[in-house]
């Protein structure tokens, strides 16, 4: 079993839309979404849950107003301001840090671990689908990622399937590294702006420093041809695999409205040319 991840520097690049074709175009695999902070490949693969747990994340606090006698230090410690003049907290501006129930003399404060969000087991018509939804403003997305290609994986191996197709969150930050950690193989998808080209230098140094092998396309290459180059000569310089590079096509606006992938919807050359990548990164993957 293989696992694929596509990650991007930042949202808007078009690595949901290829994941969406990637899992038309594989076979024997299983899906995950692994932006839980803003999933949307559920938008286009259109699922049936089957199977629906809650998630547990940080923690909040509770006063117990039968023991607390109303001293003041948890108002005088809160440095987020959480504690009203009446003892009640603020969900909201409470961290969970915990130290108004350390401090408290009457251990009169519970924390309390939240309820974060909820993770999903789905039926599509590409086959299963492992996919989250983060509570607004919760925190533990990275543990969230983490649960959601556990599962995933665990569906590979009781269903004897080839591949795991991750839609990877955008940017480097922790959910960007649970989703790549022990990953055979990365695709950055990237543009050819000023802001790409620093934002796939990010997403490259965390690839190398977690030694995964990275292969690199630009989607909406005839924007800036130049760039295009620069993205080019980096990737041959940096020993990354160069995948291929995809025009700017309404297309991909026109597939999503029919909540379907690029591949389904359309076989011109943009389908084309997305099919071609797909075929590169099968074969890199039966070299790992």
Known sequence: MKELVVVSGKGGTGKT???????????????????????????????????????????????????CIECGKCIELCKFDAVSEDYEIDKISCEGCG?????????????????SGEWYISDTRFGKFVHAKLGIAEENSGKLVAIVRRIARIIAKMETLE???VDGSPGIGCPVISSITGADYVLIVTEPTLSGKHDLDRMAKLTNHFKVRTGVCINKFDLNLNVTEEIEK?????SFDFLGKIPYDDVFIKAMINRKSVVEYSNDKTSEIIQNIWNIIVGQLKKL
């Open 99 to 115: 130290v108004c129930a350390y401090f408290c003399p009457e251990k009169a404060i519970d924390m309390i671990q939240n309820i």
């Open 163 to 165: 591949l795991v197709v």
């Open 17 to 67: 839309s290829l994941v969406a074709c990637f899992a038309a175009l594989a076979e024997k695999k299983v899906m995950a979404d692994c932006d839980v902070d803003a999933a949307d490949l559920h938008l286009i693969l259109n699922p049936v849950i089957k199977r629906k747990e809650t998630f547990s994340g940080g923690f909040s606090a509770v006063i117990n107003k039968d023991k």
């Open 234 to 238: 980096f990737c041959n310089d940096n």
